[in-house]
Structure formats: structure tokens, C-alpha cells
């Protein structure tokens, strides 16, 4: 008899309402079946939890895990799945292969821990290894991979289990820059038409991996909405940073934003603005430049400034500012003669200032 995961086939929708009191954590997050879900959020933001919970390596203190009609967790009626019957398989940031076992028969453990005969889950684990390209290494131990190819290969361990629901958690942190892009690319295929929630602190991943994007913060998801929308106009603080972003609080005024310190941040509403309420702009650091006094000729928005920090920025340099960030050339930061506490002007055009209701 099978002791398999009680699930149908196919990408399922995913509903996770939880609460973890010890951790200070709280969330209400869905996916529609066949979405792929980027949950970003600064270290300690609960991020973990969520995905230890819904894998059901986690009980919380209260709510509900429901995958499709099927519930998985209900704090109510005591309803309680576990981990290897959800139907979920969780991809850590290592690949924790067994090193005793051959790639093959690593991919191949899951379904012969589900009840398949040894013939069934070696042709399916060879299926697996053939869809993410490792089939010449079935016959190698972990110890003769590289850390991409022992990704690729915990991906088809993953997968080979056919789960309704993928979680992903930093899959690409362990690996070099020279193996990241190939491991990426294999996500994007195998995650598309999958539901998968996706852990990682890399814009990349997040742009190329998701359809939507959800922000943690403090235990609570503070923002949501589709990926490009997300990281191109960010309300919440994280969101901006990870996204390289410039975002400024304020409230709204005659249609341009008014700033704590009282000054006015000239810009373009996306989106009605509603008089005295809260709102914030979005400014790209590209769209900044950087004076020691006021241009000639100045644009609309000229904003008196101190420099915090320099830092390396591609071929650029970041120039952070108790206001705004900017990207400058080292030539320029020379020239300007920059340095921690300068006194700056900051200069951006009203277009490239996106102000929205915050």
C-alpha cells in the first residue's frame, strides 16, 4: 500500500492564513494554482517560518493551510497533515543530497519512500534527471558534483515526487556567479505552471522566477502585488531597497508630495492623490545627479543634502544621502570631491519623480 502524499496531480492553489506567536508572526498569503510567489524581506522577517509552516515542519499557533480543497493544517478542528503526505516538496538553499547514494537513486528516494517499485522510481528518476540535464551523472555521489550540478540534481529530487506545491528557499545562495545563471534558467522552466513560493534576497530571482511578489516585514506581509509593479514602484521600504530604489514618505499636496521636513518633491501621480493623505515617491538613483550648488537652468526638484556613505555600484558608485541615493560616475565623485557628511545638491526632473498613495 502506498504511503504516498493524498493529493490529485497538477498545479493546485494555495492558501496560508497563520499565526506564530513565539516568532511574532502573522500572515494571510495566496497563490492561485500554477503561480509562481517571490516572498522577499530583510533576515528575520519571518520568511522561514512561512515556508517551514506551510511544509508542515512547523505547527503554528493558530489558522489555516489549505492546498486546493484539501486542508492541511486548521488550528480549529485539530486538522493536522503531515510533511510527507501534503502533496508539498521543499527545495532548501543546499542541495543535502545523501551522500551514499548515487544521483540516480537520490532522485529516485522519493518515490520509492511513496510506495513506487524499485522500477518505477528509477525510470521516473530518470526522467527527471534527463528534464534538468544530469543524466551522465546518474551514476555519481555528491561528493563528484559541483554545487550547480548537485542543485540541478536536488531540483529533480524535488520534482520526482511530483508535488502540487514547490517551496523554494534561496536556491541559488550556495552557488558561484559562474553556476547561478544556468540553475536559474532550470527554475524558471520547471517552476513554470507550478505553484512555487520562492524565498531570496536576489532581484534577479525575484524578476525572472515570479509572477507576483510578496513583502515581509516584522512577521506581516506589507506589500503585494505583480513583479514588475513591485519593483518599479515599491510602497514599502524593503521593497525599494531590494528593488535599488529611491522611496520618500510624505503626504500629498496640490498633487506633488510634501516631505517630513516640510519641502515639496515635485512629480508625476500614477494614481489620484488625495489632498493631506499619506503618499510616496519613487526615484531611480540614475535619475539623480549630484551638485555642490544649485544647477543653472534647475530642474524643478533641487534638494539640499548630506552625504551618509560612498559605496561601489557596478561600474557606478552610490552616493547615499540623508535624502536620496544617486549614481555617479568615480570620475564625477572625484571631481565633486564627495565624502561622508558633504553638502550636496540633489537634482532630478519632476518626470522622473512617480508619486503614488502610500
Known amino acids: 500500500m502506498s504511503a504516498g502524499p493524498d493529493t490529485t496531480r497538477g498545479a493546485q492553489p494555495l492558501h496560508v492564513a497563520i499565526t506564530v506567536g513565539d516568532r511574532d508572526v502573522a500572515v494571510d498569503l ?8 517571490a516572498l522577499l524581506g530583510p533576515n528575520g522577517a519571518g520568511k522561514s517560518t512561512v515556508l517551514a509552516a506551510t511544509a508542515g515542519l512547523l505547527r503554528p499557533d493558530d489558522g489555516t493551510i489549505r492546498l486546493g480543497e484539501r486542508l492541511l493544517f486548521d488550528h480549529s478542528t485539530r486538522t493536522w497533515v ?7 516538496a521543499l527545495l532548501a538553499q543546499d542541495a543535502r543530497l545523501f551522500p551514499h547514494l548515487t544521483a540516480l537513486d537520490n532522485v529516485a528516494f522519493g518515490p520509492r519512500a511513496a510506495g513506487a517499485t524499485r522500477t518505477a522510481a528509477t525510470e521516473r528518476a530518470a526522467h527527471w534527471l534527463e528534464e534538468v540535464g544530469m543524466t551522465a551523472y546518474g551514476h555519481r555521489r555528491p ?11 536536488a531540483i529533480a529530487r524535488a520534482l520526482a515526487t511530483e508535488p502540487a506545491v514547490l517551496l523554494v528557499d534561496e536556491p541559488l545562495a550556495a552557488l558561484d556567479v559562474e553556476a547561478a545563471p544556468d540553475v536559474r534558467d532550470l527554475l524558471r522552466r520547471v517552476t513554470h505552471d507550478r505553484t512555487t513560493l520562492v ?13 507576483r511578489v510578496a513583502v515581509m516585514h516584522a512577521g506581516r506581509v506589507v506589500e503585494e502585488g505583480e513583479t514588475s509593479r513591485v519593483l518599479s514602484r515599491p510602497t514599502s521600504d524593503f521593497g525599494a531597497r531590494f ?4 522611496l520618500v514618505r510624505g503626504v500629498a499636496s496640490n498633487g506633488d508630495l510634501r516631505m517630513p521636513d516640510g519641502r515639496l518633491l515635485h512629480g ?5 492623490l488625495v489632498e493631506g493623505a499619506p503618499a510616496a515617491a519613487v526615484v531611480s538613483p540614475s535619475a539623480v545627479s549630484v551638485h555642490l550648488e544649485a544647477p543653472h537652468g534647475s530642474p524643478r526638484n533641487s534638494l539640499r543634502a548630506t552625504v551618509t556613505d560612498l559605496e561601489p555600484h ?15 560616475t568615480p570620475p564625477a565623485v572625484a571631481e565633486l570631491g564627495l565624502r561622508r557628511g558633504a553638502a550636496v545638491v540633489l537634482a532630478v526632473k519632476a518626470t522622473e519623480v512617480h508619486l503614488h498613495p502610500a
Open 30 to 37: 495566496t497563490l492561485a494554482a500554477g503561480e509562481t510567489v
Open 82 to 88: 503531515a510533511p510527507h503526505r501534503r502533496g508539498i
Open 143 to 153: 561528493r563528484e558534483l559541483s554545487g550547480g550540478q548537485a542543485q540541478k540534481v
Open 199 to 211: 524565498v531570496t534576497h536576489d532581484v534577479l530571482d525575484a524578476a525572472l522566477l515570479a509572477d
Open 243 to 246: 528593488a535599488g530604489l529611491n
Open 268 to 272: 508625476i501621480a500614477e494614481s489620484p
Open 314 to 328: 557596478g561600474q557606478l558608485v552610490r552616493v547615499r544621502t540623508d535624502l536620496l541615493s544617486a549614481d555617479i
